[in-house]
T-cell receptor
């Protein structure tokens, strides 16, 4: 099956720093989603981004489907950005599944 | 309204108990999902309902029994669980056909004693 790899697995940054999280996938996908899981377990939708670039405040994401990767940029990090960031991919007409990467655990120090 | 709600937030049960987890959405989505998430792991798909019919069962043990009584509600009935079933149970919904952009509820944290 398709493999989804996220890097880095862990990241510790000072408040105010910028970061780039990466998601590589081993086969073509129809869509890709980025989530933030907060310390209470809630999965928050960040981006639904099959291709191209989107921005939402301090966050932006770029997916290059032909090269099988997506990047999530976080600028001017805040302590509330701490948590786990998951990339999840979808393949239509193969199975009705969303396949998650293992996540990047981000810890922002005050 | 882009909210998926789940009840209860926390549940502690014995191995002989029967309990149910509930999920509700009012986004008009016709696909609903149950996931199980263990600590420090990504969510794992358990079941998918599409138009209130079970479309995917990821070889989940029969002690977990899903039910979709209508397009807004999804239940997960639990019976004779094991301690290793302790986890965060997440519900999600999306437009059809699945898979599509999924919206997750806050989860039920289940502890089996």
């Amino acid at each position: 099956g398709i493999q989804v790899e996220q890097s880095p697995p862990d990241l510790i940054l000072q408040e105010g720093a910028n970061s780039t999280l990466r998601c590589n996938f081993s086969d073509s996908v129809n869509n890709l989603q980025w989530f933030h899981q907060n310390p209470w377990g809630q999965l928050i939708n960040l981006f639904y981004i099959p291709s191209g670039t989107k921005q939402n405040g301090r966050l932006s994401a770029t997916t290059v489907a032909t090269e099988r990767y997506s990047l999530l940029y976080i600028s001017s990090s805040q302590t509330t950005d701490s948590g786990v960031y998951f990339c999840a991919v979808y393949r239509m007409n193969r199975d009705d599944k969303i396949i998650f990467g293992k996540g990047t655990r981000l810890h922002i120090l005050p | 309204d882009t909210e998926v709600t789940q009840t209860p937030k926390h549940l502690v049960m014995g191995m002989t108990n029967k309990k149910s987890l509930k999920c509700e959405q009012h986004m008009g989505h016709r696909a609903m999902y149950w996931y199980k998430q263990k600590a420090k792991k990504p969510p794992e798909l358990m079941f998918v309902y599409s138009y209130e019919k079970l479309s995917i069962n990821e070889s989940v043990p029969s002690r977990f029994s899903p039910e979709c009584p209508n397009s807004s509600l999804l239940n997960l009935h639990l019976h004779a669980l094991q301690p290793e079933d302790s986890a965060l149970y997440l519900c999600a919904s999306s437009q059809v056909p699945p898979p599509n952009e999924q919206f997750f509820g806050p989860g039920t944290r289940l502890t089996v004693l």
